[in-house]
């Protein structure tokens, strides 16, 4: 079909004389449509992405460039042997298919020929539209097959009439045959091939003979093999459409299933043989719900060998029974509901030494039980009988509970003692020395006693030996080793005879007793270590410290108050605090002492004056609290007074100074006003006659460097220019009326003048900035020559003037003269030109230095150039003149109200 | 008219269109596929080359009756520019092409620099494919570079992922894998060739190729640094390009 398109589109380029011809589908995506023929054929692939043009003019040859570029796009134009000259793009009826034809080199006369058109209508619409389905149904067919080898199943299509198998990629690889399509004979081969291999032939071969007994049979089995896939399982299903009789196999590999299964089976056989193999039963409850979903029972799905022996069963009288029924005692014992807990909740219950009662021996017996969720409606539980280890559990904790009685019982340790030897000791020994008593029988008293207190003891023993009775503290040696202090009372032990036959020694420990007296020792010493430390930092402290009597006599002082006063400590502990006080600031500490000692405050700090044992006055700030008793009285003040005369002295001379200061300041203030005067005094007050001209010098406080002027220089030429010394105060104003007086003196040729990159170039040359203390400066200065109305003007770094002008009653049009060059005085090589404007009549022009929109509107924020300019530019269409109401805008703009830096403005106003 | 790359907007003009566009009528379009553009103009198929957004843009100049336009393109979008021009001489009467490339890679048969091997240039596609966010915010500071100046680099970062991923791995697949140094002799506008220092995907030998290759180019190597010198340094990029602007259509620079 496309040869047949292709010949119909090579006959209209010869009747027609193009080039070149493309039918594309519009079909498909928004953005893209799809190429369906094109001739010649090797200029765009059929298929490929086609760009979608504008609308198409029914028949008519374009030859306007930009219309042609409508159409034509551009990744096809590279592709043509030369330039397009004309297009034609034709929308075929009936179809989302366009025609487009190109012309190529030469120019094209005309309009298509009827031969041409005819050839259209006739064939190549119908043949485009049919070229166009052929190609969908194409792109179809071959997606469905990518499907189909995308498959991880095998597919077969036998056609018996056709005699062909259509073999997708899986199943080729089975059946090791070439994918696409084979002859019948050679897929039967195949599968026979197949079949020999299998393990399970016999099986197979009856699916075989239900095949051969009827064409529509539908047959499934797996094919089981020795090897992978070890598994296959393989379908085959008749299919008809139409006329045809076809055949559908299926080849699935389920050998990954299979063997998972397998291994599944294998699992839970090892599983069951586990369980059986269990001392403790073990069963499988499932749950038994009502109508509306309550589990209200078990029953066994499942019990090990030690379960059946537990209820005395076999396995089959037991499955299938309800837990309830098979044990009484199930609900009574809450052991039913600890099951649903599990079931519902997935928590584990653990129950130890439960009491149960055990049907089948008519018992009750102690079990721990284990609980847990196997799945939804599954739980698994295993038991153990605890009964003997629960009764053993009971007797031990009795005869615990008995022995420890009699132990708490008896806290003093009584022993006998004879020839030095234990005889006999009280069971408590344990406690007190740690071994029982028949470790301790047989041993000498002595071993217990440490080497240092041997002395002592010996001494007590002699005067028991002579029939006396002893007590005191007296340290024992422990079994473990460690020293206790105990409270000894001995005295001799006589018999029934009264003869004195050993020693009776009765001790209890005081390890706690001893410690905590220990303790308060340690604490004792340690507050004498902190009292001695106090006073010698008091006493060596670097500022003045005394206690003061509630009277006003010192009672303590250190060295430094001694220092500071110019007494010794005995004299000055012969004074009070007033003798010390210089009179005027008697009363105001006696005010601060009486509210302390009405207990209206715990202290206050002052600065007072003193007077020194010579007679000068010391300034000091005093800081004072009170000591208390117990009734809330006043003991004692503790004051500390720092000496701050150096301090105050220091303050006094620092105001003289910041006076001085002050008057330096107001006085530079008036010399930088005196200067803004001068400054503003040389600079011209306006012009008017042919060009208007206004101008307004507003300086900052700390004056900045802003200077202009404006003059005819003869009678066809006015001059303007303003300058921009970079820096603050004297020095930058000083430069730019050195600028201003040089221009103004005649030092420069009138031919310099009027040429603005001249002048620039000269004041660069003049004023570089090594040589004016770092100061550079920015200039516009431009010249105007009315006879031509021509404005010739160059800019050195200075922001662009605004030309504001506006056609007949048409709106005001603002143009900013943006051409700059670098500042004057940086660098010796800067190069200035000069551009030209042409002057509208009723135009205005607006010059500025940056001091009138460098200002800042808020914290954050500076005003741009962009927003003066809009600023300006809305102004300028109501206000003429423009500046007063400008510099009203930026004042009302600024947060002070002031002007940053200098603010120079000029306006001129043309005819 | 202004032509943007990719990850650009018609946003990123507004210092030029103001400094160039007095008197004159000027042209900012989205380009297919990026954030501001109809979604639905994006074709994976036609955008899958740089010749896609040639075709959109002689096509979209045809339907304004665009004839004769000083055409300023960055990137991808130069690019673009430069094969609508070769196809149509009349479209444009003079081209400023910025940090813009005919090939991204190395051809060392021929002496060519484009700055990126095979192997480069497929890492690149494929960490842009597994996970778009994370190789914006690598690539976005490293093509803006200007290090001390990070908001550059976070804005770049946040307008590659305004874009759709999908639309996006297309496109720079279409920009980093098109060879078009056969077309751009045949380029016959006056043209005039920017290019920034350490430019990451762009080096400046790419310029010369290109000086070279163009029959009527001149070229200027700018002071700024990074992909994007008309974004950071836009005065720079109107100082060098002020004059070539303003001559006159028919004349040389």
């Known amino acids: 079909m496309i040869d047949f398109l292709e010949g119909s589109l090579r006959r209209l380029l010869d009747s027609c004389g193009a080039d070149a011809a493309i039918i594309w589908s519009r079909a498909g995506q928004s953005s893209a449509g799809s190429v369906i023929c094109a001739q010649p054929p090797d200029l765009v692939a059929r298929g490929s992405a086609w760009p979608k043009t504008g609308g198409a003019a029914a028949g008519l040859i374009h030859r306007d460039p930009a219309v042609v570029a409508s159409v034509v796009p551009t990744s096809l134009r590279l592709e043509l042997p030369a330039a397009v000259t004309a ?9 989302p298919l366009t025609l487009l034809l190109i012309w190529c080199g030469s120019p094209v006369e005309g309009e298509l020929p009827e031969q041409a058109r005819g050839l259209i209508a006739d064939e190549i619409a119908d043949l485009a539209r049919i070229a166009a389905v052929q190609n969908d149904r194409g792109r179809a067919l071959v997606r469905l097959q990518a499907v189909a080898d ?26 090791d045959l070439a994918p696409g399509r084979v002859r019948t004979a050679e897929f039967a081969a195949a599968m026979t091939e197949l079949e020999g291999r299998a393990l399970n032939r016999e099986q197979i071969a009856s699916m075989g003979r239900e095949l051969l007994a009827g064409s529509s049979a539908e047959v499934d089995c797996t094919w089981r093999f020795p090897s992978n896939p070890t598994h296959v399982h393989v379908s085959s299903r008749a299919l008809r459409h139409g006329g045809f009789s076809e055949r559908v196999w299926i080849f699935d590999d389920v050998s990954e299933l299979a063997q998972v299964l397998d291994a599944s089976r294998a699992a839970e056989r090892l599983l069951r043989a586990a369980i059986d193999s269990m001392i403790d039963p073990h069963a499988l409850l499932e749950s038994v719900r009502d109508g509306s979903g309550r589990v209200v029972d078990f029953v066994y799905r499942s019990v090990n060998r030690a379960a059946c022996g537990y209820f005395e069963s076999e396995e089959g009288d037991i499955l299938g029974r309800s837990a309830r029924a098979i044990s009484s005692d199930l609900q009574r014992s809450g052991l039913f509901d600890r099951y649903l807990d599990c079931l519902e909740t997935g928590t584990p219950a653990i129950l130890d030494d439960l009491p149960f009662y055990n049907q089948s021996r008519d018992t009750s017996r102690r079990y721990d039980i284990r609980v847990t969720r196997a799945d939804a409606n599954l739980i698994s539980l295993t038991w153990r009988d605890v009964t003997e280890r629960f009764l053993a559990v009971e007797r031990l904790t009795a005869s615990e509970r008995n022995y420890r009685l009699l132990a708490d019982n008896s806290s003093d340790v009584i022993a006998l003692i004879r020839d030095g030897r234990f005889v006999w000791l009280s069971p408590s020994v344990g406690d007190v020395l740690g071994r029982f008593a028949d470790y301790w029988r047989g041993r000498e008293l002595r071993d217990l006693i440490p080497a240092e207190d041997a002395a002592t003891h010996e001494a007590r023993m002699r005067a028991v030996a002579a029939g006396d009775s002893v007590r005191g503290r007296a340290r024992l040696i422990s079994a473990d080793g460690t020293v206790h202090w105990v409270h000894l009372h001995a005295r001799p032990f006589r018999d029934e005879y009264g003869h004195q036959n050993g020693v009776v020694a009765a001790f209890r420990p005081i390890d706690d007793e001893v410690a905590a007296e220990q303790v308060a020792e340690e604490a004792r010493r340690q507050q004498a270590r902190a009292d001695q430390r106090y006073r ?3 006493q060596n402290a670097a500022i003045g410290m005394c206690l003061v009597a509630p009277d006003g006599r010192l009672v303590e002082v250190n060295d430094a108050l001694c220092a500071m006063f110019g007494y010794d400590a005995d004299t000055l502990r012969q004074m009070t605090w007033q003798e010390l006080t210089a009179p005027a600031s008697v009363d105001a500490d006696l005010a601060n002492v009486s509210s302390i000692l009405a207990g209206h405050q715990e202290s206050y700090r002052m600065i007072k004056q003193y007077v020194h044992a010579d007679g000068h006055l010391i300034w000091a700030e005093s800081a004072v609290s009170c000591v208390r008793d117990e009734e809330g009285q006043v003991e ?36 930088l006003a005196s200067a803004a005067a001068y400054v503003s005094s040389i600079m011209p007050r306006g012009l008017t006659g042919r060009v208007r001209v206004s101008s307004r010098y507003l300086p900052s406080r700390e004056l900045g460097g802003d200077c202009f002027d404006y003059r005819w220089v003869d009678d066809d030429h006015l001059l303007v220019y303003l300058i921009d010394v970079s820096g603050h105060g004297l020095e930058p104003a000083l430069v730019a009326v050195s600028v201003h007086n040089m221009l103004r003196s005649g030092s420069l040729t009138p031919e310099t003048l009027s040429a603005p ?6 004041l660069n040359r003049r004023f570089q900035m090594d040589r004016e203390n770092d100061h550079y400066f920015t200039m516009w200065i431009g010249v105007y020559e009315a006879s031509t109305r021509t404005l010739r003007y160059a800019n050195a770094a200075a922001p662009p003037p605004f030309a504001f002008s506006r056609v007949g009653d048409g709106p005001l049009t603002t143009i900013a003269l943006a051409a700059t060059d670098g500042p004057v005085g940086i660098f010796e090589d800067t190069v200035f030109t000069a551009h030209t404007y042409t002057v509208p009549p009723e135009c205005r022009i607006l010059i500025c230095s940056d001091g009138a929109y460098e200002i800042a509107i808020d914290d954050h924020r500076s005003l741009s150039y962009g927003q003066f300019k809009d600023l300006t530019t809305r102004l300028a269409a109501t206000s003429n003149p423009l500046l007063d109401d400008l510099i009203g805008a930026l004042h009302a703009l600024t947060p002070a109200g002031a002007f940053e830096d200098d603010c120079s403005l000029i306006e001129l106003s043309f005819d | 008219m202004f032509g943007h790359g990719l990850g650009g907007s018609p946003s990123d003009w507004a210092p030029l269109v103001e400094a160039f566009g007095f008197g004159r009528q000027v042209l900012t379009f989205a380009q297919s596929g990026s954030a501001e553009a109809d979604p639905s103009l994006f074709s994976a198929r036609r955008h899958s080359s740089v010749l896609g957004f040639a075709d959109d843009l002689g096509l979209l100049c045809g339907e304004l009756g665009v004839r004769d336009a000083i055409f300023i393109g960055h990137s991808m979008g130069g690019s673009a520019g430069a094969l609508a021009a070769a196809g149509d001489p009349g479209l444009f009467s003079k081209l400023v092409l910025i940090n813009t490339s005919p090939c991204y890679v190395d051809d060392p048969d021929h002496g060519y620099r484009g700055g990126f091997s095979h192997a480069d240039v497929d890492a690149l596609l494929d960490a842009i494919v597994r996970d778009y966010d994370a190789w914006t915010g690598g690539f976005g500071p490293l093509v803006m570079s200007n290090p001390h100046r990070p908001e550059y680099g976070m804005d770049f970062v946040r307008a590659l992922r305004a874009l759709d991923p999908s639309y996006a791995a297309v496109s720079f697949r279409a920009a980093f894998t098109g060879d078009f140094r056969k077309i751009y002799p045949r380029i016959g ?4 060739l920017l290019q920034s220092r350490d430019d990451p995907a762009v080096p400046v030998d790419v310029m010369y190729w290109m000086a070279k290759a163009i029959p009527s180019a001149d070229m200027v190597e700018l002071q700024s640094r990074g992909h994007f010198p008309h974004v950071v340094d836009p005065g720079e990029v109107i100082r060098a390009a002020g004059a070539f602007v303003a001559s006159p259509p028919g004349g040389r620079r």
Do not use: H, K
């Open chain 1, 536 to 538: 010698r930092s008091v």
């Open chain 1, 636 to 671: 004692n003040f503790i004051s500390q007074i720092t000496d701050i005369t150096a301090t105050v002295q220091a303050n006094e001379r620092n105001e003289i100074l910041a006076q001085r200061l002050r008057e330096y300041a107001e006085r530079l203030q008036t010399e």
């Open chain 1, 150 to 175: 995308d498959l991880d199943q095998g597919m077969a299509s036998v056609d018996y009439a056709l005699d062909q198998v259509d073999l997708n990629a899986a199943a080729a690889r089975l059946l």
């Open chain 2, 189 to 192: 506008n006056p043209t005039l």
């Open chain 1, 87 to 95: 297009a034609l793009s034709l929308d075929l009826a009936e179809s």
């Open chain 1, 757 to 762: 990159e001249r002048v620039l170039a000269e």
